[in-house]
């Protein structure tokens, strides 16, 4: 969507390591998390459940 991980995490309020380690998916993210990450994109939720 051509935003950088540290812009996503700050519209988002997560930390910029977090969002990271979910797009390696070395984390699980949770429902909370996921809501803040589709909001900062404005996207709906099942668009990043989404391959």
């Given at each position: ?9 700050t ?41």
């Amino acid at each position: 969507m051509g935003i950088s991980q540290e812009d996503l995490a700050t519209l988002a309020g997560v930390h910029r390591t977090y969002v990271s380690q979910i797009e390696r998916e070395l984390k699980n993210v949770s429902i909370d998390s996921l809501r803040k990450l589709a909001n900062a994109l404005h996207v709906d939720v099942h668009v990043l459940l989404t391959r």
